[in-house]
């Protein structure tokens, strides 16, 4: 696997302090090719800008931040890979990204036997922090909420702001994570009084759901689910108005602005899950950053600001820690209480998650082509 030091190609130890002394090595995995390299991209740059303002300041523990990348190609394999060399031969202080719950899951054995802390940007999958026995994977994190919580925000926002009674799902039968969110969405939805009267599978590659969405559509479904990401997304929402269905489409987190140049002003009627509100004032000077230093607005703002987030995390985590021993890190990590970062007030539950976040509604304007904040929902 190639790599990619993150400097002139992507991101260095941008270093303007403590120029003598040993850096802390802190290593990155993104999907910067494959059918998720906006949200990898959209990640690396947000590494690059929080590793900068950090080294800037001094550094950590008076130390400068190297990162170390690798580009997982959105394949389990490359992540894997690239989770083992980081660990047993960078050994660096711990990983962060990537977004994907399968790659996330597919790499945890490799965190834990080498005792280095992985921090997950936005993989939803209940099995990124623990096995299948429910029990914690000790040197596994993430940052973001969980697929059952968004599947409960997705089935309280249809049944309730949406007055939906009959819900139809697409899903990818090849993701982990929107096998996770069609099962919690079907949870909620039917304990809310919902009924689901078209359940529809497609695997990853596919480009065409029309066979899908004719089926969906012939059910008297009042919401579309779509609980998947990556290009089929906006191709999905694309061909579902080509067949006239005008029904409000509902999905999970993997929305991005990406999607406006495949489906366009097809984006009507469209509410998807999100993490943070893009155009949150409090964001504002994030974003300016990024349009400085990428040279290109942010689109993929979920994964951007998560990256970000992280990093600051980890940062933290060093500090408390009072070294960058791999062990004392992953347990200021899972001690992380009131930590203020630009998205949220973090604290971890027991389950290596965040506790009590907010969810965000986005509604999709076609004639701004934007995603507009548009309610907030935490699941009763």
Not at 271 to 288: E, K, N
Not at 351 to 377: A, R, W, Y
């Amino acid at each position: 696997m190639k790599k990619i030091f993150l400097s002139a190609v992507c991101v260095l130890a941008l270093v303007s302090c403590a120029c003598a002394a040993n850096p802390i090595k802190i290593g990155e995995i993104a999907t910067v090719t494959g059918d998720f390299a906006a949200y990898g991209v959209a990640e690396v740059e947000s590494v690059k800008i929080a590793v900068k303002e950090i080294n800037d300041a001094g550094g950590v523990l008076g130390r400068p931040l190297e990162v170390i990348m690798y580009d997982c190609r959105t394949r389990q394999e490359d992540m894997v890979n690239a989770a083992r060399r980081l660990v047993e031969q960078d050994r660096v202080t711990a990983v962060i990204g990537p977004s994907g719950s399968g790659l996330c899951i597919a790499a945890a054995p490799i965190f834990n036997r080498g005792r280095v802390a992985h921090i997950g940007t936005l993989p939803t999958n209940p099995l990124v922090t623990v096995d299948d026995n429910g029990k914690v994977r000790p040197y596994n994190f993430r940052i973001c909420f969980l697929d059952p919580y968004q599947g409960a925000i997705m089935a309280q926002f249809s049944a309730k702001n949406l007055a939906a009674k009959k819900a139809a799902l697409l899903y990818d039968v090849s993701s982990d994570y929107s096998q996770g969110q069609r099962e919690f969405f079907i949870k909620a939805f039917e304990a809310a009084g919902g009924k689901i009267v078209a359940d529809e599978g497609f695997r990853g590659e596919d480009v065409d759901f029309r066979s899908q969405l004719t089926n969906m559509k012939d059910s008297g479904a009042d919401v579309f689910i779509f609980p998947f990401m990556g290009k089929s997304l906006p191709l999905a929402v694309k061909q579902s108005r080509e067949l006239g269905i005008e029904l409000p489409i509902v999905g999970g987190d993997g929305y991005g602005d990406f999607m406006w140049e495949i489906s366009g002003e097809t984006l009507r009627n469209t509410y998807w899950v999100s993490h943070v509100d893009r155009y949150d004032p409090t964001l504002a000077g994030f974003f300016a950053k990024y349009l400085e230093s990428a040279g290109t607005e942010c689109q993929e703002f979920m994964n951007a600001v998560m990256a970000y987030d992280c990093v600051y995390w980890l940062k933290d985590a060093i500090e408390r820690a009072g070294t960058d021993d791999p062990e004392k890190v992953r347990d200021a990590l899972e001690q992380t209480k009131d930590l203020q970062l630009l998205h949220c007030v973090l604290t971890m539950d027991e389950f290596h998650n965040p506790k009590d976040k907010d969810g965000v509604m986005l509604k999709c304007d076609e004639t701004q082509k934007k995603s507009l904040f548009f309610v907030k929902i935490r699941p009763e």
